[in-house]
């Protein structure tokens, strides 16, 4: 089902976003609806500034916390979620096995070869190759269970590769800081995270602003990603597969001390 414009959250709500008319994954499409509540995490503090309370504006920094590890599970789902559908497109709409990404071939080629010499070749001859795919996607699902828990730069980077072939996705991280830039903040941010979540230290203290930095980089970098992986579905399918959908623009603010 088609995602229609009235049915996206105005992330415009969101400090100085614009919105764009621009081609979007389902899993994108998800990110956005998923992201209202960084809409009532702002709107909180804007309430909390109403009250002028100070008290339970000191103690604010308890929801910046959780929104931080949000932010981080939101980032998470939309990678898996737009691997599983990019492959998914593949599968579906691929001429042939040769259009495949030749990175994405190297690994079906490696797997086969640890299966029995007599099977391996009938497993991709006719349109074998598509069931072969579709089969290994619930593999890769379990896979990522145990692998893709901290959705670091490198991480995301095997995912991609894995999954649908593109050699180092974060590349296309073009933000104006550069994508260098990109991971080294994604992986701070993903490492404060951790430490919030697995070893909780009271009286550490997560500013409004730096959670909005945090969710500024990703919603950034899920634009970039939707992108790469809507240009190389198009590269072999021959179709842009994405939905048009009003999205908002990304916004990357330069983290302060992490």
């Known amino acids: 089902m088609t995602t229609t414009d009235d049915q ?4 415009a709500a969101l400090p100085n976003t614009k919105i764009l ?15 209202d509540d960084i809409r009532d995490f702002y709107a909180l503090h804007q309430e909390a500034k109403k009250v002028n309370v100070r008290a339970i504006y000191q103690k604010l920094h308890v929801a910046n916390k959780a929104v931080l590890v949000l932010v981080a599970a939101l980032w998470e789902a939309y990678c898996e979620d737009v ?27 490696k797997e086969l070869r640890r299966l029995d010499e007599e099977f391996a070749p009938w497993t991709l001859a006719g349109e074998g190759w598509r069931q072969y795919l579709t089969d290994r996607l619930a593999l890769l699902g379990q896979k990522r269970n145990y692998s893709f828990a901290t959705p670091k730069s490198k991480n995301v980077d095997t995912l991609f590769l894995d999954s649908i072939g593109i050699v180092r996705i974060s590349d296309s991280w073009s933000l104006p800081s550069g994508a260098d830039w990109a991971r080294s903040e994604l992986d701070k941010f993903i490492d404060q995270r951790n430490m ?31 992108a790469e992986v809507g240009r190389v579905i198009t590269e072999v399918t021959g179709k842009n597969r994405w939905t048009a959908a009003s999205m908002p623009s990304p916004r990357t603010d330069k983290p302060t001390n992490l």
């Open 83 to 109: 691997a599983e559908e990019g492959l998914r497109l593949l599968v579906q709409h691929a001429p042939s096995w040769e259009a495949l990404p030749r990175p994405l071939l190297k690994s079906v080629a």
């Open 8 to 11: 996206l959250p105005e992330l």
């Open 21 to 35: 008319r621009v081609p979007a994954s389902r899993a994108c499409l998800n990110f956005v609806s998923n992201a």
């Open 196 to 226: 919030i979540a697995h070893r909780y230290v009271a009286g550490d203290t997560v500013s409004k602003r730096h959670v909005r930095q945090f969710f500024n980089l990703v919603a950034g970098l899920v634009a970039r990603t939707d």
